[in-house]
């Protein structure tokens, strides 16, 4: 986590700022969304980001790849 960025959010952060970031997020998606949500958001150093990036990537290649697993996740999926 990147302090200094937390500590500005933070330092910057109104309850009207929250109400109108929560009202940008419902309108976005198109309805409300139930979940409550970060009053902080994480800042992370670009390259922790662009590992967790390729990780998640090779990963997901890796299921993408494996026969077994699309056939059984297919099966899994509403045709819907």
Known sequence: MLEPLRSEFNRRWTPEKYSAFLANVDSAIGRHVEFRHAETPCFFPKELLQ???RAGRDLVMQLKG?????????????AQ
């Open 51 to 53: 590992e967790m990036s």
């Open 66 to 78: 494996n026969p077994a697993y699309r056939s059984a996740s297919d099966a899994e999926i509403p």
